[in-house]
């Protein structure tokens, strides 16, 4: 079963409760998601590692229930 874009939100938000998330479908098959995660957690913070954080929130769905994330992750200014 693919997970939702508000299912991937929420998961995000639990993990990053500061985290401004806006998902997209970009396939329109609930399957091919992009992501733009702001958060000041991420400061100080390599993309590599900020990117982890994000992964690591969706708790194993990537590559199971989440097929494909397109993500970009930044501290605020």
Known sequence: MAMTSTEIEKLILQAIPDAVVEIRDLAGD????????ISASFKGKTRVQQHQMVY??????????????ALQTSAPD
Do not use: Q
């Not at 609930?30 to 995660?37: I, K, M, Q």
């Not at 690591?56 to 994330?69: I, P, V």
């Open 30 to 37: 609930g399957d091919h998601y992009a992501a733009n995660v």
């Open 56 to 69: 690591n929130a969706l708790k194993g769905g990537m590559g199971t229930e989440l097929h494909a994330l």
